[in-house]
């Protein structure tokens, strides 16, 4: 599966964006997919996933209301609406598919393809 994220942008805090992932060369329903992020110095953390089927999302604790998964199988695309950005928003986002346990979405382990990364900084 290749994937490319896309979406990134300079954006003022309180700002939306919303970043979309294409798959390609591969069955994109037989994934999970999850978005991670990464900030400079940082370890690269989980932000949000989403199951094959395309229920059952679940966020890491500082995004929940904030930010919305969501794909579209029939596009192989998934997207990250990202709605109230804050500063500490400000990483390089990337999408990332895993056809393991989606028990076990939160950990870059269950990922078997990464995407490029695109770059969100948000102002203050």
């Known amino acids: 599966v290749q994937l490319q994220a896309s979406g990134g942008g300079l954006v003022q805090a309180g700002d939306s964006l919303r970043l979309s992932c294409a798959a390609s060369e591969g069955t994109f329903s037989n994934y999970n997919m999850g978005w991670f992020r990464q900030a400079p110095g940082k370890e690269r953390e989980f932000v949000a996933a989403?199951?094959?089927?395309?229920?059952?999302?679940y966020y890491s604790h500082p995004v929940r209301g904030r930010f919305t998964i969501s794909r579209d199988n029939a596009k192989n695309t998934v997207y990250l609406q990202m709605n109230t950005l804050r500063p500490e928003d400000t990483a390089v986002y990337y999408c990332?598919?895993?056809?393991?346990?989606?028990?076990?979405?939160?950990?870059?382990?269950?990922?078997?393809?990464w995407g490029q990364g695109t770059l969100v900084t948000v102002s203050s």
């Open positions: 989403i199951r094959r089927t395309g229920g059952y999302a």
């Open positions: 990332a598919a895993g056809s393991g346990n989606y028990g076990s979405s939160a950990r870059r382990e269950s990922y078997n393809y």
